[in-house]
């Protein structure tokens, strides 16, 4: 069967780096996916998928096959947003052509193994979550398992990520000369006096809460001569769990609405971004995914990290059933994240060749928890010993 899983694969080589390349070539920001959208979806609509498009939000999709015969369902999940400047420096682009292939090449067992086989196409990660709407419209309640691996400079199983809670404040005061300061009201001593008291407030953090806080000041004013009347500042606010960056941030809001009673200026504040939860991490998924790259001659691999500042939307999913994130190395470890360098990697040979062992590996993780009733019952009861650690399991 992993025979026919990698036969499928290699037939269709040539079609997924085309998807790959398309998608380095064209990128498109989060929530803009359109044409990357039609791209993929047509592909899989053409593969033998039924596929709904705009499910949740405009730009993702489900794509599905289901054998005749009961059985699990896995889900591969598909990201295809692109950042500013950089293009696909995240790797996006490669993440989509490994998902589909995984599908694909599992899709092509499924009606002798049975169970369900899903490509969800899953937006705007970078910035806006798409995964976090598609959780909310309880798109992944029926899945088994989710499975994804993100391009990287080494191999891994993995990590966990910070909850992140976006917050802007906007400063209204009012203008004057600025040597008749005291006729008016400024917006940008607000600003900076909130910015000074947000340093401050860190020290008072949480030690165990991993907490990384970090602002800008979009807004300081116009002229020099001329008092700011509006200022505004944006800010992310990450910690272990939703509910602490939720915390600080409400700490936050009572230094800027302090800095506002001392600067006679008023304060609004708004949620500009998608918050994200932490990711629930799964070691049985963590050693089945080791067992497949270890199969497949990928050596050097990382085991899960639990010590990650950066912050996914794969966290909602992972708060609705196992779900696992692993990495594939596709450039040497002076490559940055979101680059120049690490877009290019996507699609030079390197990236070819994590193509396609990365469908592989995925699709014979997929096989693996299908064909083995307890293997993902192991999987599924580790997913809620740690749900109901962290005390959320559902009712
Ligand atoms: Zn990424
Ligand atoms: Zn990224």
Redesign the pocket.
Known sequence: MQKIIKKTIENNMESYKKLVKTLYENPELGNQEFKSQKLLTDYLKSAGFEVQSGVAVPTDFVAKYSSKKEGPKIAFMCEYDA?PVVGHG?GHNLIAGMSVAACEGLKSVIDEVGGEVYVFGTPA??NFGGKVSMSKAGLFNNIDAALMLHPSTQNGLGSDSNALYPLKFEFFGKTAHSCNAYLGASALDAAVMTYQGINMLRQFAKPKQRVFIHGVIKNGGEAANVIPDYSSMEYYFRAKTISYAMELAKKATTIAEGACLATGTTLKTSVYECPYEDTVLNYKLGEILKEKFIEEGLNDIKPIETDSGGSTDVGAVSYICPTIQGYIKIADSEVA??SVEMADATVSEVGNKALYLGAVVLAKVGLSLIKDEKLLDEVKKEQKERLAAIGQLAT
């Open positions: 950042l995240c990660e970078e994240g979101h």
